[in-house]
């Protein structure tokens, strides 16, 4: 073909990828361009670079169990990537990975040759399922937190619902508060208080929501954790406070913290206390007492201390009739005669613990963060979708949102140690922005423009972790770098978080031949 005619063909496909369209400030001619490498999250290639140097990234595709026999299959970094790529960009279905198929910058950063598709992916995900691939998401779930627990910490536990709307294996009715009557799935939760880390999800059928199907993963990661590393305190709701776990735990010599369900015999227990007058503050408007509680089945006698807080105002107390009328009765003070008629609300916690009781009730009151990050998992991450028919993959999928949420919130408390950011908020402040690749004399480019009003604040705190991260990757020798990277942004958030010192330098290669971090 000659000269000319290669000149007459690249006219015609400019005029073609050229229109014009008549806009409010006049007319304006938009160019189409489909083989131009960009992307919308061009800020991610700081977080790429935070898996990189720490070894994250390479050590999960090591290890992955995925083996294929054919030459046209997509490689361990192509489905891993995708995957990745697919849950930091928010979606909930496997069908939204569509939408990062024409990303022609961050797939490149991370060593892959393309973006697989949705069908690509769920294939890949049941050899992955067939293979071992829970227990390697697990054993990275547990790396991820192992150099993060040698100090004081508190383990969390709790079951999520997730109603489910088609028929998935375990898609059972059990307790659903939201949708009564809805098939679900459960899942089990352990999660580090605090940072928010997630140690472990089991997904479990609808009807098995109770704590006592909660109970084997917890002391699974009990017993799998060192004397060093325990937790000061596993904590949890009403459904735990249950004679089945608590044994368990105290024959492990475990501190716990948890709530009691009031039952009769409970209620009958705080009648008897409420005649006393020896109530302690508890802060808040509570006030506590202590006491000791064996209920039936109970084998022994066990701390509880009884909360109660008045209710200020009036009260009114509404009843139904058998003929469908409603009946209000008012509860209100006798001023004139002198009577006060206070109402309360009240609760019981029961621990095996020491603690006076004001610290005691505003330990179990900073539970209430663990409901953020279930509610974080659940609605600004994956764990409401990535649902397949088979109760495995939705297991896998589960573990994987879990791992990357880790990655992810400890990336964001390097750019932000001072507060805790949602994706809500983290995403749209260190992801979004446009990125455009560009590549002359051997040097690749990438340049970003912001899509929102802090892209100031965002390029200052990510550079800042850039170059803390490369002062750490040559502080050692090449083949300890990765580990040694990890374990220092470990102590370094440490540090900043718990006011933890930093580590003796000698404590490095003891942890590279342990595998800590």
């Given amino acids: 073909m000659g000269e000319a005619k290669r000149r007459n063909i690249k006219r015609k496909e400019s005029q073609l990828s050229c229109g014009g369209i008549q806009s409010v400030a006049g007319r304006v001619q938009i160019r189409w361009e489909a083989d131009s490498a960009a992307t919308p999250m061009g800020q991610l290639a700081y977080f790429i670079e935070f898996l990189n140097l720490s070894g994250l990234w390479s050590r999960w595709i090591e290890s992955c169990p995925l083996a294929y026999t054919s030459p046209n299959a997509p490689g361990k970094a192509e489905v891993l990537g995708t995957w990745m790529l697919s849950i930091l960009s928010g979606h909930r279905r496997y069908a939204h990975v569509t939408g990062i198929r024409c990303d022609g910058v961050n797939p490149g950063l991370l060593g892959m040759r393309k973006v697989i598709s949705e069908d690509a992916l769920r294939n890949a995900l049941k050899h992955l399922a067939q293979s071992g691939g829970a227990d390697w998401l697990e054993q990275h779930l547990s790396d991820s937190v192992a150099a993060l627990l040698d100090v004081p910490w508190i383990l969390d536990i709790d079951t999520t619902i997730k109603p489910l709307y088609g028929h998935q294996q375990g898609a059972l009715v059990g307790y659903n508060p939201r949708k009564p009557g809805r098939p679900s799935h459960a899942y089990h939760t352990y999660l580090m208080a605090g940072l928010r880390q997630v140690l472990g999800v089991e997904v479990a059928p609808g009807n098995e929501h109770t704590a006592k199907h909660a109970q084997p993963g917890l002391l699974k990661i009990l017993d799998a954790l060192p004397a060093a590393r325990k937790p000061k305190l596993v904590r949890g709701d009403n459904a735990f406070g249950n004679d089945g776990l608590l044994r368990e735990l105290e024959a492990r010599e475990q501190p716990y913290l948890s709530k009691l369900k009031l039952t009769k015999n409970v209620k009958r227990y705080i009648t008897r206390l409420f005649q006393q007058t020896d109530w302690t503050d508890a802060g808040q408007g509570w006030e506590g007492q202590n006491g000791e509680l064996a209920l039936t089945g109970w084998r022994n006698k066990r701390r509880v201390v009884v909360l109660r807080r008045a209710i200020k105002g009036e009260m009114a107390l509404a009843a139904q009739e058998d003929n469908g009328q409603q009946v209000l009765a008012f509860i209100e003070a006798d001023r004139k005669a002198g009577k006060e008629i206070t109402g309360y609300e009240y609760a019981v916690l029961v621990t095996n613990t020491d603690y ?67 994706a809500i908020t983290s995403r749209p402040w260190l992801m979004s922005s446009v990125g455009r690749r560009t590549e002359h004399a051997g040097q690749t480019t990438i340049s970003l423009t912001g899509l929102h009003a802090h892209f100031d604040q965002a390029r200052a705190a990510l550079m800042r972790v850039s170059a803390q991260l490369q002062d750490w990757a040559t502080q050692t020798a090449e083949q300890l770098q990765p580990r040694f990277v990890w374990i220092m942004v470990c102590e370094y958030l440490k540090q900043k978080l718990a006011a933890i010192s930093p580590p003796r330098s000698l404590r490095l290669l003891q942890n590279h031949a342990e595998g800590i971090g």
């Fill in 356 to 422: 006076e009781i004001l610290s005691l009730c505003q330990l179990y009151r900073d539970r209430a963060d663990a409901e953020n990050a279930f509610d974080e998992l659940k609605n600004q991450w994956g764990w409401g979708g990535f649902t397949t028919h088979d109760l495995a993959r939705c297991q896998l999928s589960a573990q994987a949102v879990a791992l990357i949420y880790n990655w992810w919130s400890l990336f964001v408390r390097l750019a932000n140690p001072e507060a805790r950011r949602e």
